[in-house]
């Protein structure tokens, strides 16, 4: 079946630095790709997606590119600044098989970002 | 606009005891998306709605649990017999469509917690 694996957080960073979180699929079809972002107390919030190979979503400095040959989605942001500390989720949507319409997530790599 | 709603926020109940956890979809949603989510986990698919209908079921884990969104709107998830392990945070989401690459939009979900 499908599946999503993210690289195991908590990932600790300073402010600036560079954030890459990884994030692999496996599907039978041709998924749509997501990044969700859960800040502390809040609900999830869509911050990206791709729909087809090569796509390239961004969103508040974040982006991800769609790797078929991969299979990858990573995320990544060129400064990261304290605000950006939360979990972030990859979820993948296939759109061919007979899990239409639903996510699949990955376990979600909490961000920490220290001043 | 409005956002997805869910009823109540925070949900206590003795074991045994029968519960339901009501969402409220973005207007105009013709999708609606039912997931649990544990304690560092993501989120995990439980039932989704095209329309009245649930479209795929397969993620329920047992006859415990039943949803129902007999009007195409507002969606109600059930559950008989509550149990420790039933103990999580339940998500609604909605999406314009049941496709794939529809980006769903999520509530602030719902905590469950069964003594």
């Known amino acids: 079946g499908d599946s999503v694996t993210q690289m195991e957080g908590p990932v600790t960073l300073s402010e600036e630095a560079f954030l890459t979180i990884n994030c692999t699929y496996t599907?039978?079809?041709?998924?749509?790709l997501f990044w969700y972002v859960q800040y502390p107390g809040e609900g999830l919030q869509l911050l990206l997606k791709a729909t087809k190979a090569d796509d390239k979503g961004s969103n508040k400095g974040f982006e991800a590119t769609y790797r078929k040959e991969t299979t990858s989605f990573h995320l990544e942001k060129g400064s990261v600044q304290v605000s950006d500390s939360a979990v972030y989720f990859c979820a993948l949507s296939d759109q061919t098989t007979d899990s239409w319409g639903k996510f699949q997530f990955g376990a979600g790599t909490q961000v920490v970002v220290t001043p | 606009g409005a956002g997805v709603s869910q009823t109540p926020s925070n949900k206590v109940t003795e074991k045994g005891k029968y519960v339901e956890l009501r969402c409220d979809p973005i207007s105009g949603h013709t999708a609606l998306y039912w997931y649990r989510q544990s304690l560092g986990q993501g989120p995990e698919f439980l039932i989704y709605f095209q329309g009245t209908g649930a479209a795929d079921d397969s993620g329920l884990p047992n006859d415990r649990f039943f949803a129902v969104r007999p009007e195409g709107s507002v969606s109600t998830l059930k559950i008989q017999r509550t149990e420790r392990g039933d103990s999580a945070v339940y998500l609604c989401?909605?999406?314009?469509?049941?496709?794939?690459?529809?980006?769903?939009?999520f509530g602030p979900g719902t905590r469950l917690t069964v003594t």
């Open positions: 599907a039978t079809g041709y998924p749509s």
């Open positions: 989401a909605s999406s314009l469509k049941g496709a794939g690459h529809y980006e769903q939009y």
